[in-house]
């Protein structure tokens, strides 16, 4: 029995099957409709996609009850109470419940009976997005949701203004010259930007930032973090901190309920909701711990706005482990083309943190380096100009193991089997194994593979 049916959800239903899971799986999910790509949500916002091009695959063999929710938890019984009256035995209860959107305590946000005020919504599902109303928009928050939804509205001709407190977006992750490029886009775009500052009072229809300049908004679109929902877990007895507590396993404090996803917090590591549903679907079948997840390193950023190329990998290019720990700092700057990198390299040349906007190809191949702990070849200047140099030969190929499409799994190895199977392009690749049909931030990395491919020998 699944209880949740996003993204990780309904992975562990699929991974389940995958691994020959034979015996009835019956996942409950509050949302109305079929499962969707939550990360594609501002696709929805700017009209590029619509919700039905969110849609996740199927799931063969599993029963899915939309627009049903868990409302209980009997332990002593194995059941689940739902909110249709009915108790649902089962064997392993796995909870994927998710988070819901926080907001500030901002006065003025909510009614005196708590609800929020009309116009105000986070973006967290389908019908957050229907919400979202009107030709002119605040953003609370320059986060990467922050940042995603502004920009997908200002392209879906929408008036936007994007209100953050710290000194540009995503100030958190980026270095100030990354800071300054994203803000100059940001502002070519024609996304207002009130930077350093922060709501003080929402009116209907007003905003008063601390300095007490009002903007006007038709919808207050609050990006200003999430938090794990954990109450059906709490009540029932859980060991919950923020998030109900998971081994590596998924394990919770009781060995027939796992959890999974952005409901939990997982014991000291970097799992990604994607790999914890592999994890827990390998644990169930008995098929051990995943592969390529030891020794992993730091995780992997890319934001997603179009015509903008933007990454850090690690803790970014600032990260210590440069110079001082016997490294070295790479640093390239072109800021009238918007082109910047900064990379930290340890002693052997291992790229152990970096920061790049507008240079797509070395993104790539940088963030397949630092996966796999490659060495970078000798030339950083071509390898930043998106070509390796001559006299520093081809860089290495990746291995079958590598993990190319992290939202799917899907490693090389499984991409060369497709290309071998008759899959020859980037979209017959996609349809074979779903890699780039997640986040799609790794479509470059598939195309470069496809030259590699062709050009070897079957
Ligand atoms: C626009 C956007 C962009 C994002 N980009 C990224 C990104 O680039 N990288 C990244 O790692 N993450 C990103 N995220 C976060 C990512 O979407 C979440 O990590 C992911 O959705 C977590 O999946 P989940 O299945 O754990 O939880 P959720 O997606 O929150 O799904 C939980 C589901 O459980 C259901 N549910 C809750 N309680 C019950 C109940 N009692 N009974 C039945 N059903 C219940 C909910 O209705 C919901 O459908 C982004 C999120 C958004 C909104």
């Known amino acids: 029995m699944i209880v949740g049916g996003g993204p990780v959800g309904h992975r562990v ?11 009835p799986v019956t996942l409950l999910d509050a949302e109305p409709g079929p499962a969707y790509h939550r990360v594609l949500l501002p696709a929805v916002l700017d009209g590029s996609l619509t919700p039905a091009d969110l849609r996740l695959p199927d799931l063969p063999g ?15 019984l194995r059941q689940v109470r739902t909110t249709e009256h009915d108790r649902l035995p089962y064997d392993t209860l796995v909870l994927a419940t998710g988070a819901r959107p926080h907001f500030p305590p901002v006065p003025g946000l909510r009614h005196a009976s708590g609800w929020l005020i009309d116009g105000v919504t986070g973006l967290r599902s389908l019908t957050d997005c229907a919400r979202v109303r009107g030709d ?15 920009a997908a509205l200002r392209r879906g001709g929408r008036r936007v203004t994007l209100v953050h407190p710290g000194p540009y977006p995503l100030d958190d992750r980026l270095d100030a010259e990354a800071g300054a490029l994203l803000t100059r886009h940001l502002a070519d775009l024609g996304v207002g930007l009130e930077l350093g500052r922060v709501a003080a009072e929402v009116q209907p229809g007003k905003l008063a930032l601390d300095d007490e300049w009002a903007l006007p908004w038709d919808t207050l679109l609050c990006c200003t973090g999430v938090r794990p929902r954990t109450g059906l877990a709490e009540a029932a007895g859980l060991e919950v901190r923020t998030g109900v507590l998971v081994d590596a396993e998924g394990r919770t404090s009781d060995p027939a309920v796992r959890a999974v996803g952005d409901c939990t917090e997982p014991a000291g590591s970097l799992f990604t909701g994607w790999e914890q549903a592999e994890a827990v679907a390998r644990s169930l079948t008995g098929r051990g711990a995943p592969y390529g997840l030891d020794g992993r390193r730091g995780p992997v950023f890319r934001l997603r706005v179009p015509g903008l190329t933007l990454g850090v990998l690690g803790g970014g290019g600032a990260d210590a482990g440069g110079e001082g720990a016997g490294g070295e700092i790479v640093t390239y700057r072109d800021p009238a083309r918007g082109r910047y990198a900064r990379l930290a390299l340890d002693a052997t ?14 993104l790539a191949t940088l963030t397949q380096l630092y996966e796999t702990s490659t060495p970078l070849p000798e030339s950083r200047l071509a390898l930043l100009q998106g070509r390796p140099a001559p006299r520093t030969g081809p860089l290495p190929a990746l291995p079958p193991e590598a993990v190319v499409c992290r939202c799917n799994t899907v490693t090389k190895g499984a991409l060369a089997s497709a290309w071998d199977g008759g899959a020859r392009d980037p979209g017959a ?14 479509v470059d990395d598939i195309r470069r593979i496809c030259e590699e491919f062709a050009g070897r020998t079957p």
């Open 13 to 23: 239903a699929e991974r389940l099957r995958h691994h020959g899971h034979e015996g």
């Open 62 to 76: 599993v029963t899915v009850r939309h627009g049903v929710s868990a409302a209980g938890v009997d332990r002593h």
């Open 136 to 150: 002119e928009i605040v953003v609370l928050g320059g986060g990467p949701l922050g940042v995603e939804s502004a």
């Open 349 to 362: 040349g291992r790229l152990t943190a970096a920061t790049l906007v507008g240079l797509p190809q070395a």
């Open 429 to 442: 690749l996609a349809q074979a194994t779903r890699a780039t049909t997640g986040c799609g931030s790794c």
